[in-house]
């Protein structure tokens, strides 16, 4: 391994593990608090909550898959088709004059804090894709 390489590995190594973590607690929090997730559900979408539900499964799985060295090239492409197959309802949220029921004051009113979330979103796509290489498990 190169001296790059294994600088690299010191970083994404626990960086893996953080995003796992983020993923798993959103997934849960689908859970938690359900209706607020679906609030943001496009209209044009049918059940919202069953949607939100899903979601919530998807992203307890690929967030725990990337954890695992052994499905974390798969759960990282996983996390990359989840998180543009929930950019509508980011769109939704930013574009729509919706009030958000027990959002955080940020996002609960219409605002540019709701299009924090549009461009953050390439950032975790970013990340994601970062486990994606044919880097061997061992390495990272």
Request: aromatic share 4%.
């Given at each position: 391994m190169s001296v790059r390489n294994y600088e690299s590995s010191r970083?994404?190594?626990?960086?893996v593990y953080v995003m796992g973590a983020i993923y798993v607690?959103?997934?849960v929090s689908h859970f938690v608090v359900p209706d607020l997730f679906a609030q943001i559900v496009p209209p044009q979408l049918p059940a919202p909550t069953a949607l939100v539900y899903f979601s919530g499964?998807?992203?307890v799985a690929v967030g725990i898959g990337v954890m695992v060295p052994r499905t974390r090239r798969v759960a990282a492409w996983g996390l990359v088709g989840l998180l543009l197959a929930v950019f509508p309802a980011n769109i939704y949220m930013?574009?729509?004059?919706?009030?958000?029921?027990?959002?955080?004051?940020?996002?609960?009113?219409?605002?540019?804090g709701r299009w924090i979330r549009l461009p953050l979103q390439g950032v975790l796509i970013a990340w994601a894709l970062?486990?994606?290489?044919?880097?061997?498990?061992?390495?990272i």
């Open positions: 970083v994404k190594t626990p960086l607690v959103a997934g499964v998807a992203e930013a574009t729509s004059g919706v009030v958000i029921q027990g959002a955080p004051a940020i996002i609960a009113e219409p605002g540019p970062w486990y994606t290489s044919d880097t061997p498990a061992s390495a």
